[in-house]
């Protein structure tokens, strides 16, 4: 007796499918075409039953999806690496009521 892949016990084996989908998008342009492409990749997940995460998102891309706001929809992980932004300091020297170079 010989059973086909859809036939007998093969037809209830499956593999498990992914809730959450990770998608490094460290190297993609924060532009509106990826807010777009990501958006359509993220409604296509949860029409499957998962949702997309993002990995490594740099600052610009996190901020045009505030603006745009799709940040509660895309959602992008904690921990990717952050862009290093300069803080400003602002220092006041000190110095006597006469000097002259003030």
């Known amino acids: 007796m010989s059973?086909?892949?859809r036939e007998g016990p093969y037809r209830q084996m499956t593999a498990p499918r992914p809730s959450t989908i990770v998608?490094?998008?460290g190297a993609l342009a924060p532009d509106a075409a990826a807010v777009d492409a990501l958006?359509?990749?993220?409604?296509t997940a949860r029409r499957l039953g998962?949702?997309?995460r993002l990995r490594d998102a740099s600052v610009d891309l996190q901020d045009l999806l505030d603006f745009v706001g799709l940040r509660d929809v895309l959602l992008v992980e904690a921990g990717g690496q952050a862009e290093e932004r300069e803080e400003l300091?602002?220092?006041e020297e000190e110095r006597e009521l006469d000097d002259p170079a003030g």
């Open 3 to 5: 059973f086909g892949l």
């Open 23 to 25: 998608c490094d998008v």
């Open 39 to 43: 958006a359509r990749l993220q409604l």
């Open 50 to 52: 998962c949702e997309i």
């Open 89 to 91: 300091v602002r220092v």
